[in-house]
């Protein structure tokens, strides 16, 4: 199975640009976001284009969704209580593991390198590292974690 990395830390500690600086030095990679099925739903729900929906993820990730007078809340904030209010209490707590690990096992043996650029929650790690081990018997490559400070 691939080398799989994980990038954990507090909001701003620099997750994205540390995965972005490692993909430009490894080959065959792919990042993946923990919480990109969150993205892709309230994207949906919102009626984003591609480009709002990437500068609401990325830029203004902190601004309101819908009014600049700040009675509406942010697009993180919308991303955070949609998975924990809702998906995490209505399924299990560590869905987002199970749901990265199936995305990872879809792309089969595209990509020799795994960059996950929000690991999330310490219990969501555990739980990869152990879905990884099941599946991957053969090779003990478990995934690393990093966790970054700011």
Known sequence: MKKIFCFNGHPGAGKDAAGKMLTSQLESTKVYKMAEPIGAALK???????EEYLYHREVGKSEPVFYSDDSS?????CMIDYGEKFLKKTFYPEIFA???????KAD????????ITDIGFQKEFNLLCSLVSEYNKDNKNDPMQIYLYR
């Not at 199970?98 to 990872?104: G, H, I, Q, T």
């Not at 089969?108 to 960059?115: E, P």
């Open 44 to 50: 949906a729900t919102f009626g984003f284009t591609d």
């Open 73 to 77: 809340p942010s697009f993180r904030t």
């Open 98 to 104: 199970y749901l990265l690990f199936e995305r990872v």
């Open 108 to 115: 089969g043996d595209s990509y020799d390198n795994i960059i």
